[in-house]
Every structure is written in structure tokens, then in C-alpha cells.
């Protein structure tokens, strides 16, 4: 059986443009030919077949580290988690190139949580016949000894993402193929189908018994329990301190009573500061223990380990490191019998060998240079795909400026941005970013940039209309060959000059804000471009907040729940924005772990955000993929092959 999309959930797992067109008009019909008996041949098609080995250029060291590491800081490496990653299975995964959620050893749909006023849980059933490599049964066992373990180590980075011990309280098993999960607090989607059920899942009778002399040297549960005590200690204390603080301010210094209070909050404070320093020396104690343990548990070998992901390993021979096909995978069966990662020192090298036949994708993290593009373009053996990644740049402003403050303000500066005029500006390498969301399966499609698809003069007559009826004047009123100049705002106070920062590391930002300056200028507002160290930028808007517009950029994660974590809450973000309605709308996403209740949230928290603007979408950089002899299910994916690892188990042999 061969499933349209192979395993990619830790891909999708460890891995942050919509243009109005016109309709061309249509083309006359053609003359209906009178009816024959011909018999209208029918073209053969050429099927795929099974090849023996993709061969994929890599560009970096590869180092074989267990599980426990690879997820975890310890092991955290582009090249280990493109070559190994995929050996282990997950409950569910984001299937390319929408990132839908399916099913992989887990049956049906994601459960649904159970929760009461106390806590809440939920059980999760696994497909009956699936077995490791060794042959062995995939059971709940598997699944509870892996979450556990992990919860117990409390180890970090994805790990920690999928078995959040903040969140998960334990996992048990119900019976043979039922797993049941306890959560200590009310998880969210980005807790539960973004984190649990995507976890990596390891073999149980394999790591058990290798793992038990490791567990011993874990810090003992009382000491954790002292810890958390001692913290609810310390937050009770502060609180009254605070509260005996306030009271003397409505008492009479050098009263009795003033005294007296005086003398308790002192006294208070010493027994707080008591505490604290107990508090730290536990907590100490605690991070040492489980830090050496984390350090045994990393150490551990990893030979012959069962695995149950489309691919597990076969050998690693000096440049070489070669993956065998697993059909036992309930992730489908991959083109190839196996995959060959060849080690090149530098990217012209692997550039070299994809022309000569040698290799047949090409894996860069860094993406492939702007010089070797045209380089390849002309190779029509050679593909060259290019698609849009998850690092995307906004444009900020500082609603504390109350020139700034101003939606509509917002609304006719992003008429005069053209997304595509300005990508054009920047060489091919970004791409239009139409809305807060790159990813299809929560991207509100039906919202759109101002102006969007319009000309440049009717960008211009547009961005006029939002100002002048919203009670904005000019002394000269800007028009299609006429700079605006003079303009006021409701109050009829000209507006002043502002200050669009951006960092002097990133070169299209630079580019962006000069044709941002331009077009403002058109409209008659005025912006100086000032070009700051990387850090002092980041310093003035997340610090001081001392700035009037900024240039920002991030890498925007799967799960879109920076969209809330930008602005809520209000008084802590770093635009003092406090949009109508943005908190509640946050609130209610919050409280909801059904994902199509969620994406509703998501879509009005987008609108919100739109109608706003407290930060413009820009562009996203781009990044090019090559490769030959194969093709893939999708012609574009969020951040490229590359993203996903190169997507062995979905390449398809060009017969």
C-alpha cells in the first residue's frame, strides 16, 4: 500500500501569498466539428517504478546520537534530524503541503479532551498490527513508557514541545492498544495536537531495561515536591509583604500602628528572604541531579534499536550514512529501497555533482546561491523549484505615539505598499506576504491587504479617500504626479516626521524600509530610515520601546499561536497595542483544544489584526530546492525540501 503522503510529522514537528488577479477573458469557442465513429486513441502513461537508491547531497557532519539526544538540546542538529529523525513514529502527523493533521499509529481522527471542573484526559487508540523492526508488537506500552520517561527526565527542546510536564501530568495504559493521558492543567491545541500527539515514540522493551540504572540517578520526587511548596511559599509571602507595603501607606509615619506594620513587614521580608535562599539551594541541587542523569541517558547506545518510521538505518561508512526502506511503517512505502546522504564540503561541490548525475537533491539549510540559480535554470534535467519560508518580516509601529496609534493611518500606508512592487525591489528573493499566516490550513483566505490587486493609481486615490474621510487634510493633496505635503490630522496638527528603524545585518530590510520611506513620501508623510545594530534595535522595541516604526522579522511557527503572543497581554507588548476585541478573541482561542473550534478563533483573531494593522505584513524570504529524477505530490511546500528534510519518503522516480 502507498499512500499519497509518507511519514513527515517530525519534519512538520521540528520545523514558523494570495494576490488578487484578474480573470483573463475568455477565448472564442472553437467550431464544433461534426460527430465521427474514430476511435480516439488513448496515450499510455508512464508509471513510476521502484528505484533502488535516491542519492541526496549534504553539507554538514553527521553524528549518530540515540533518541534521547537527538530530540533534546543534546543532539539538536540540521544533519542528524534530516538522516535519522524520521526512524521513529509519532500518534499522529502534518501531512505536506497543507499540514492537515492524519492519523499515523494512532486510529481515527484526534480524540477529543474530557475535562471537569478538576482536570482533564484523554484516550487515544492505536492501529492493532503494527510492529517494529525487530518484529515485535507497537502497543500502548510503548507509547505510556515513552511519555512517561520523558516527563520524567523532563528533557527539553521537542521533547519537551510534545510532553510538556508543565501540561501532562502521566500517561497509562488501558489495555493492549488504549492509551489514556492526564493533563495537570486544561491543554490547549498547541498542547494536545500540536504537542502530545506528535511526539516521537520509542520501544519500550528495548530502552526500559538499558535505562533502568540511569533512572536511579534522577533527584528524588520529595525534592521536587519540597521545590513546588517552597515556590507556593515564597508567592503567598510576597503577596503579603506587598499588602502590608500598601497599608502603610494609609497610616501616619511614626505612629504606633505605622510602627508596628513597619516592624511585620521586616520581619516578613527576612523570613521571605529565608525561603528564597532555600528555594534556590533545592532547585540547585534538583538541576544538578537531573542534569548528570540527562547526561547518562544521552550517552546510551543505541545499537540495534527497534524503530518503526519509513526508514531506519543501514550504515555509515566515512562521507556516506545510508538509510533501508521499512514497509512494516504505517506511514506508506516509500519510491526507494534506500537513500544515500553524501557528504560535500561546500555547496559548489554538491552544485557539481547534481549536474554530473552524482546526486539527485541537493539538502541546504542555508538555501542555494543567488549566483548558482541561473547556473542551474539553464540544466533542463534539472528542477528548480522555488517557494516561500516561514521567515517573514512586518512592519511595527508604536501605538504609545499617538500619531501612530491610528488604524486608518495604518490602512492608507499599506495601499501605498505594493507586496509585489516591493518584492520586485528586492531581487527575487522574498515573496508577497498577504496576511499574518503562511500556512493553507490556518490562513484566513478570505482577508486581504488593503488595495490589494489594485494599481498604483488607484492605490493612491484609495489611501486619499481613508484619510480624508476619517477627517485627515493636506495643504497639498498628493496625486499621481504630485507628492502630498502638509498633512494633518483630525485635530489639524501637522504630523511629524517619523523614524523607521531597521537592522543593518539584513539587507533586504534595508531595501524594504527605503521603499516604504518612498511611497509614505508620496502620501505626505514623512520617515527618516535609520539603520541600527541588529541588537540595539531589538533592545529599543522590546525594551525602552523609545521608537516610532520598526522593522521586525520572525520566523512564524506551524501553529499560529504568535499571533496572540505578540499582543496579549496589552500592557506587556512591545506596541502598546490594545486592539478591540484582540484580548477576548485571545481568551476564547485559549480555553478551546478542538481544532476546527481553534481555527474559527484563529480566523477571527486574524480579521481583527487586518482590520488594524498594528503590524503590516511584508514578505517572506524565499528559498530554492534542486533536484533531478524525481518529482514530488506537491509543486510547492512552505520552506522548500529542505524543510522537509529533503522528503525522501515522498520523492517519486521520473520514469
Request: aromatic residues 10%.
Amino acid at each position: 500500500m502507498r499512500p499519497l503522503f509518507s511519514s513527515l510529522a517530525l519534519a512538520a514537528f521540528f520545523l514558523s501569498a494570495c494576490v488578487a488577479t484578474t480573470t483573463p477573458e475568455p477565448l472564442p469557442a472553437p467550431a464544433t466539428p461534426a460527430p465521427t465513429n474514430t476511435p480516439v486513441p488513448v496515450a499510455a502513461t508512464r508509471l513510476p517504478q521502484r528505484m533502488p537508491m535516491l542519492r541526496v547531497a549534504i553539507l554538514g557532519e553527521i553524528t549518530t546520537t540515540n533518541v534521547w539526544a537527538l530530540f533534546d538540546e543534546s543532539g539538536a542538529d540540521y544533519w542528524n534530524n534530516a538522516t535519522q529523525a524520521s526512524y521513529w513514529p509519532s500518534l499522529y502527523y502534518l501531512a505536506p503541503p497543507s499540514l492537515d493533521l492524519q492519523p499515523a499509529t494512532a486510529l481515527g481522527q484526534p480524540p477529543a479532551l474530557v475535562c471537569d471542573s478538576v482536570n482533564c484526559t484523554a484516550t487515544v487508540t492505536l492501529q492493532s498490527n503494527l510492529r517494529w523492526t525487530d518484529g515485535s508488537p507497537f502497543t500502548a506500552k510503548d507509547v505510556v513508557f515513552t511519555v512517561n520517561t520523558a516527563l520524567q527526565f523532563r528533557l527539553g527542546l521537542n521533547w519537551q514541545r510534545a510532553y510538556n510536564p508543565d501540561v501532562l501530568d502521566r500517561a497509562e495504559v488501558l489495555n493492549r492498544t488504549v492509551v489514556k493521558f492526564y493533563f495537570k492543567t486544561r491543554p490547549t491545541v498547541a498542547d494536545w495536537q500540536y504537542g502530545v500527539l506528535q511526539g516521537p515514540i520509542v520501544n519500550r522493551a528495548y530502552w526500559q531495561p538499558r535505562i533502568a540504572n540511569v533512572v536511579s540517578l534522577l533527584p528524588d520526587e520529595t525534592l521536587l515536591q519540597t521545590i513546588l511548596e517552597l515556590e507556593g511559599e515564597l508567592a503567598q509571602m510576597h503577596a503579603d509583604v506587598d499588602t502590608l507595603n500598601l497599608s502603610l501607606n494609609t497610616m501616619a509615619p511614626g505612629s504606633a500602628i505605622y510602627t508596628e506594620i513597619s516592624r511585620n513587614a521586616q520581619n516578613l521580608q527576612d523570613d521571605l528572604n529565608s525561603v528564597y535562599n532555600k528555594l534556590t539551594k533545592n532547585r540547585s541541587e534538583y538541576e544538578t541531579k537531573l542534569a548528570e542523569a540527562r547526561g547518562f541517558l544521552f550517552e546510551l547506545a543505541n545499537t540495534n534499536e527497534p524503530t518503526l518510521g519509513p526508514w531506519k538505518f543501514a550504515s555509515s561508512i566515512e562521507e556516506r550514512f545510508e538509510n533501508q526502506v521499512n514497509f512494516d511503517s504505517p506511514f506508506g512505502d516509500p519510491w526507494f529501497d534506500s537513500v544515500r546522504y553524501i557528504t560535500y564540503p561546500n555547496q559548489s561541490a554538491a552544485v557539481r555533482a547534481l549536474e554530473n548525475d552524482e546526486v539527485d537533491i541537493i539538502l541546504e539549510p542555508g538555501n542555494i546561491s543567488s549566483g548558482v540559480v541561473p547556473q542551474l535554470e539553464n540544466r533542463s534535467e534539472i528542477i528548480l523549484s522555488r517557494n516561500a519560508t516561514r521567515s517573514a518580516r512586518f512592519l511595527a509601529f508604536n501605538h504609545n505615539n499617538p500619531y501612530l496609534a491610528d488604524p486608518v493611518l495604518h490602512r492608507a500606508l499599506a495601499c501605498m505598499i505594493n507586496p509585489q512592487a516591493l518584492v520586485e525591489e528586492l531581487g527575487g528573493d522574498a515573496a508577497p506576504l498577504p496576511g499574518f499566516v503562511v500556512d493553507d490550513f490556518w490562513r484566513y483566505e478570505e482577508l486581504s491587504l488593503p488595495c490589494t490587486g489594485t494599481s498604483e493609481d488607484a492605490r493612491l486615490t484609495e489611501a486619499v479617500r481613508l484619510l480624508t474621510e476619517a477627517g485627515y487634510s493636506w495643504d497639498k493633496v498628493p496625486a499621481s504626479d504630485v507628492n502630498g505635503s502638509g498633512l494633518k490630522d483630525t485635530d489639524g496638527n501637522i504630523l511629524p516626521r517619523f523614524t523607521l528603524l531597521t537592522p543593518q545585518q539584513d539587507a533586504m530590510r534595508d531595501v524594504a524600509a527605503k521603499y516604504i520611506a518612498q511611497k509614505a513620501e508620496t502620501l505626505g508623510l514623512t520617515i527618516g530610515v535609520k539603520i541600527s545594530d541588529s541588537d540595539d534595535l531589538l533592545y529599543v522595541v522590546y525594551g525602552s520601546r523609545d521608537y516610532d516604526m520598526a522593522l521586525l522579522g520572525w520566523r512564524l511557527s506551524v501553529y499560529p499561536s504568535y499571533l496572540c503572543e505578540w499582543f496579549v497581554p496589552a500592557e506587556q507588548n512591545p506596541f502598546v497595542y490594545n486592539g478591540s476585541n484582540l484580548v477576548s478573541a485571545c481568551e476564547a482561542w485559549n480555553q478551546v483544544n478542538d481544532l476546527e473550534r481553534a481555527k474559527i478563533h484563529a480566523f477571527e483573531v486574524q480579521s481583527i489584526l487586518m482590520q488594524d494593522l498594528p503590524l503590516m505584513p511584508l514578505f517572506v524570504a524565499v528559498r530554492y530546492d534542486a533536484y533531478r529524477n524525481v518529482r514530488y505530490p506537491f509543486s510547492e511546500v512552505v520552506d522548500g525540501l529542505t524543510g522537509l528534510y529533503g522528503a525522501p519518503a515522498l520523492a517519486i522516480p521520473i520514469p
